[in-house]
């Protein structure tokens, strides 16, 4: 019903910038909330940060004053414009949103993008 496609992840070394977009397509309604997520090797998922459709944001205390996170609603699309990158930035992002889709009535789903490799080099 809904399908997210990430990309922008990539190589970079520390301190440099990386922007990874998500574009959701399919039956939607509406989109509530987006945002990033990530996983690093042997460790958990975790935000990174979040986006309301009116637009308040959040973001994790480790990526605060780096990292942006902005959303284009009439493109369903929700950007992380990362900079200062460093090497503990490296992780798989995840793009997720929280939305309503059309099918026999209004349903509410969480989805999940396929995920997009960041790698920081020191």
């Known amino acids: 019903q809904v399908q997210l496609v990430e990309s922008g992840g990539g190589l970079v070394q520390a301190g440099g910038s990386l922007r990874l977009s998500c574009v959701a397509s399919?039956?939607?309604?509406?989109?509530?909330?987006m945002g990033w997520y990530r996983q690093a090797p042997g460790k958990q998922r975790e935000l990174v940060a979040a986006?309301?459709?009116?637009?308040?944001?959040n973001y994790a205390d480790s990526v605060k004053g780096r990292f942006t996170i902005s959303r284009d609603n009439a493109k369903n699309t929700v950007y992380l414009q990362m900079n200062s990158l460093k090497p503990e930035d490296t992780a798989v992002y995840y793009c997720?949103?929280?939305?309503?889709?059309?099918?026999?009535?209004?349903?509410?789903?969480?989805?999940w993008g396929q995920g997009t490799l960041v790698t920081v080099s020191s």
């Open positions: 997720n949103v929280d939305v309503l889709v059309v099918g026999t009535r209004l349903d509410r789903l969480e989805v």
């Open positions: 986006v309301t459709r009116g637009g308040s944001t």
């Open positions: 399919g039956t939607i309604f509406r989109i509530n909330a």
